[in-house]
């Protein structure tokens, strides 16, 4: 077999294989509600629990969160009020998208977007939250401050 056959059969072989994977992600949350009805399914073609069989997934578990201070108490923000999301089926909050105000250089973005947004509030905390040994101790949760926003820093 020469090389441009074999790579052509590649070829073939991972467009079908996409246009099946495609199929199965969008079948039951999309295909079926619009077409009313139920749609065959490719058995076995996929792992069980999906993508995530092929990650080394770590026992430690971390987010950001933001906080609100007024008159020097400070209040959770909800993570969706500030990435207010117009498109359908699409969480950013699932996929831990927040966690990207932590990288450094980050708030000097974020602290402006905060203070226009949430003008109510007098200065922001974000902090960096972490669950190091979640399966082994799950309740155990540390919490650091990353950076202020606004007021006296």
Known sequence: ??????????SVFV???????????TCYYYLEPLLKRELPRLKFLFPPAGWIMFYNIGDNF?????????????????PHQILETRAIGYD?????ALVTVLSPGMSDAFCPFLQR?????????????EYPYLTEQPMERTQTVVYTCGGAN
Do not use: H
């Not at 950013?92 to 831990?96: S, V, Y």
């Not at 947004?117 to 939250?129: C, G, L, N």
């Open 117 to 129: 947004k949430f003008p109510y509030f007098e200065k922001f905390m974000v902090t960096y939250v």
């Open 15 to 25: 467009v079908v294989w996409l246009a099946v994977f495609y199929y199965e992600s």
């Open 1 to 10: 077999m020469t090389t441009s056959v074999r790579n052509k059969l590649i």
């Open 62 to 78: 971390s987010y950001a969160e933001v906080y609100g201070v007024k008159d020097g108490n400070p209040q959770l923000i909800d």
């Open 92 to 96: 950013n909050i699932n996929r831990n």
